[in-house]
């Protein structure tokens, strides 16, 4: 499925895949889905156990997550990626993975 626009809101079913295009998209994701983020900036991300992946020169924020659940995995390389407060991710670029970020 694609989002093509700009202040979306989409709820999407597990082990869905979902293309954003435009800017300040809000999406719900669960378990199993993966979110490309094609352009734009300002999109917020939440649930748990996603995956999104990031073009250059995008920008997002994922979360709502907690700190004891299954963590976010972004994959992103020249994207400026956000994490909510009380969300945990793991961060990789495609070469390395970085331990989980978090905050609290």
Known sequence: MRVIGSNDKATIAAGANLILYGSNDSIAATTGDG????????????GAGFTVYGVAGTGFTVGGNGLAVKRILVDASSA???LQASSNMSLTSGEFEHEPDRVE
Do not use: D, L
């Not at 979110?35 to 939440?46: A, D, L, R, W």
């Open 80 to 82: 400026s990626a956000g």
């Open 35 to 46: 979110i490309s983020v094609n352009s734009g900036t300002g999109e917020m991300i939440t």
